[in-house]
């Protein structure tokens, strides 16, 4: 490109052209079988939540699914569930504090700026028309990337510690098994009579 556009070789702007397109569809199937995997997560520990404190859930468990889906709705819904599936999910869910809110409202914050990155990286990729711009447009998606790896990590630390959480807080509402009580024999004498 410094030589000016005659020195562009377009086979290869062609060549990586189509690399970006290809990475963009393995990308779109990952996401694709992440995001189910994760809903179907958000669901469950949402119904386990409902076990463990009821009255501190303000939707019912078909949000943890639906909410993913509305537009607009979706990026203060699903945040919503979690807060409160974190508060069931604790020792104390009626304390005044939730544990790893912090986490939950780092992951939140960049999950959203990560969207907003990619739609408006998307758009400067798609209106790219020489080969500056579509490099420049690269370097943005590939930047995209490094906040969709963040957020990523920051949803498996949160999927962790709600796991363990609601996880730790099942064992502790177990209770040894109790012997079982002693029958009489058939035809024996019953005993207090």
């Known amino acids: 490109m410094s030589g000016g556009p005659g020195d562009v070789d377009m086979a290869a702007v062609d060549r990586a052209d189509t690399a970006i397109a290809s990475t963009s ?3 779109l199937l990952g996401l694709l079988g992440t995001a189910t995997l994760f809903i179907i997560w958000f669901h469950r ?4 939540a409902e076990v463990f404190a009821p009255d501190t ?7 943890a699914i639906g909410g993913w889906f509305i537009p607009f709705g979706n990026l203060w819904i699903p ?12 020792p104390d869910p ?4 939730v544990r790893h809110r912090g986490l939950l409202n780092a992951w939140w914050g960049v999950w959203i700026a990560s969207n907003i990155f990619d739609r408006f990286t998307t758009a400067q990729y798609d209106s790219a028309d020489d080969p500056q711009a579509v490099h420049d447009a690269a370097g943005w998606l590939m930047t995209g990337s490094v906040l969709d790896i963040v957020a990523a990590v ?14 730790d807080k099942a064992m502790a509402g177990r209770h040894p098994l109790q012997p079982a009580p ?8 019953v005993p207090g009579v």
């Open 94 to 97: 009626y304390a005044s504090e």
């Open 154 to 167: 920051l949803a498996l630390l949160l999927v962790r510690r709600l796991t363990a959480a609601q996880n």
């Open 45 to 48: 520990v949402r119904h386990n």
């Open 57 to 63: 859930q303000r939707r019912t468990p078909g949000w």
């Open 79 to 90: 945040r919503g569930i979690a807060q409160d599936v974190l508060r069931a999910s604790q």
């Open 25 to 27: 569809v393995l990308y």
């Open 182 to 189: 002693q029958h009489p024999a058939a035809g024996g004498p």
